[in-house]
């Protein structure tokens, strides 16, 4: 894991501020169909991690609905928004619902149409394997290893309270 531009002091501090973990689905989490299930058993244990802390956790995504993110969507405290072209517009009117504002979320994308959202987020992230335009733009990129294990990664890093 490195940082852009941030220490590890201000990483901490902007982490006590994330009050919602959004992730792009189709490259972020979800690398191949093989995956879905492995992705769904995550999202789960990474939910109910958040549940005692009073935080949400969900994905946006330009995909239209499938199984799996009906699933998600039946998570506790998990929601899914899907068919976002434009996911700073959609993902403001679930921080408007919700009572939040973009300082209070935590986003990671890998593409172009992650680009707008990822710069209003209060913390942003990327995998190792997005576009380089993504890795300029973000606070933190995960290395290959903690790329294939997202959320995995997040919740030993949530539960330690650092980066």
């Not at 699933?71 to 899907?82: P, Q, Y």
């Not at 996911?87 to 679930?94: I, L, R």
Request: glycine share 4%.
């Amino acid at each position: 894991m490195r940082f852009n531009s941030l220490t590890n002091e201000e990483i901490v501090n902007k982490l006590n501020d994330i009050k919602i973990f959004m992730f792009d689905l189709d490259g972020v989490l979800l690398k191949s169909s093989q995956d879905k299930e492995n992705i769904y058993r995550q999202m789960k244990n990474f939910c109910n991690a958040l549940e005692s802390e009073n935080r949400f956790t969900g994905i946006i995504t330009a995909g239209n609905e499938s199984e799996l993110t009906q699933n998600l969507n039946g998570l506790e405290n998990c929601f899914v928004l899907t068919s976002s072209f434009n996911k700073e517009k959609v993902m403001k009117e679930k921080l408007d619902e919700l009572g939040l504002d973009f300082e209070n979320l935590f986003y990671m994308g890998d593409g172009i149409l992650d680009i707008m959202l990822l710069r209003k987020a209060g913390l942003s992230c990327a995998p190792s394997n997005a576009r380089r335009e993504v890795k300029r733009t973000v606070d933190i990129i995960l290395d290959e290893e903690e790329s294939n294990n997202i959320l995995d990664t997040m919740i030993l890093q949530l539960s330690r309270k650092i980066f």
